[in-house]
């Protein structure tokens, strides 16, 4: 798991800045996920750091495109 903090949710995407002072956009995030975390219109998650594990979900026609997906949030 890393540390990153949530910056937005904007068209689809969701923006995660890291420790590391890198931006991280993801297109899918666990249904379960959502479900805990409105991140699509809380806006009072914005700033706020979570410990976040993610997959790399890589398209089966075309091996150099790939989805990030956030498999779960722990809020800190």
């Known amino acids: 798991m890393e540390i990153a903090t949530f910056k ?6 969701f923006t995660f800045e890291f420790e590391n002072g890198e931006d991280m956009i993801f297109e899918e995030v666990h249904p379960k ?4 975390y409105d991140l699509k219109n809380d806006e009072s998650l914005k700033g706020e750091s979570f410990q976040l594990r993610f997959s790399e979900v890589f398209e089966d026609t075309d091996e150099d495109f790939v989805i990030y997906r956030i498999e779960s949030l722990k809020r800190l």
Do not use: C, D, H, T
């Open 8 to 13: 937005k949710y904007k068209n689809g995407y």
């Open 33 to 36: 996920v959502l479900k805990q």
